[in-house]
């Protein structure tokens, strides 16, 4: 159950609450009774104290069996009715108790509008103090959805800058010159291919942070693009497969996502002709697009901020979307993209 940070809130509250209360709405009634004032505080206190105890575990208990947020009606519900119920149960047994146990004396007997009297100024008491617990609450989740939302803002803003970094990304850019400068020495015709895929590549790549979402066939047909680069320079030592259903083809996914995990297979492990490395593209029943590659980890080891998976992740969970999944075994490194149908958002519109 969660956990309240309330102690010096209750070492006050109680004493306090039973304070006034007997200073408020007991101390007449019982001048008149000759009762004693610190006899009837003592009394206040040890009721109050328990009145405040329960109620405030029914609060934890509560919170946590009505946590989510289309829960809040219910948990304002049974809320309200179990404090009542809890409040005035209390204080029917201890009126009871008082009464048949003759605390105040044997001429002071409890009637049913002193039962309804004590019932009131229980529930009194304790509305006010459940409001201060829920205020509280309230203000703390509204506070947390708001240090929420500025971080994601401030996520998102990041992870366009980190998509502008690849669309300008000097070595990338450096790559694929140096392997054109190598193709118009040794097959023209195949430089000039290799250019119309370099400018598919780039248009894309610029085209990308203009809306939020893609669809799968696009996506795939930009990374066909960007394969053939990579074909050129490594050769026998990257292999592509791919197996995506048709009805897959207009599902949407954010841009860019795929050409980043390409980017980094190619990034963390080793491309020999003898030893390719194998990227396999594929989808399950669950809607997701699987990315899977072999895992040939360098030698010397590739320093990583984790940048383009922590982007995609980020990108999901500004979209409201499930999860991205990342699995990593010995042989293998696996990512998991949900894909979105594209009726839920057929009306996402440009950024730009």
Known sequence: MEKLNDKWFRIIGIPLVALLANLLFYQNRLREQNVLFWENFMVEFIVVGLNWEINRLYIIYIRSRYALRQDIVKRIVFG??????????LMCGVCYVLNITHFYGKNIHFTISSYLYNIYMGNLFAILVIGLYEGIYYFRKWHMASVEAETLKKENL???????????????????????????????????????????????LLQANDSDLTTLNREMSFIDNYFHLLKTRFDEGIILATDIEEKYDQFLLPPLTLQVLVENAVKHNSILP????????????????????NLQKKHSAVLSNKLGL??????????????????????VFQVIIPLIKPHRYENTSSRG
């Not at 309200?80 to 149960?89: D, K």
């Not at 030893?275 to 699987?290: C, G, M, Q, S, W």
């Not at 990108?315 to 999860?323: A, E, H, M, S, T």
Request: zero cysteines; aromatic letters at 10%.
């Open 80 to 89: 309200i009715a179990g404090h009542f119920i809890i409040t005035s149960l």
């Open 158 to 204: 990041q992870s366009q800058l980190d998509s502008l970094k690849r669309e300008i990304n000097p070595h990338f850019l450096f790559n694929n010159l140096s392997s054109l400068s190598s193709l118009i020495m040794e097959d023209q015709h195949q430089a000039v291919k290799f250019v119309k895929e370099l400018a598919s590549v780039y248009r894309y």
């Open 274 to 293: 003898e030893k390719p490395l194998r990227i396999h593209f594929y989808t399950d029943e669950a809607d997701n697009l699987v990315v899977i590659n």
């Open 310 to 331: 922590r982007n995609i992740i980020t990108k999901y969970r500004l979209l409201n979307q499930r999860n991205v999944m990342i699995k990593q075994t010995d042989q």
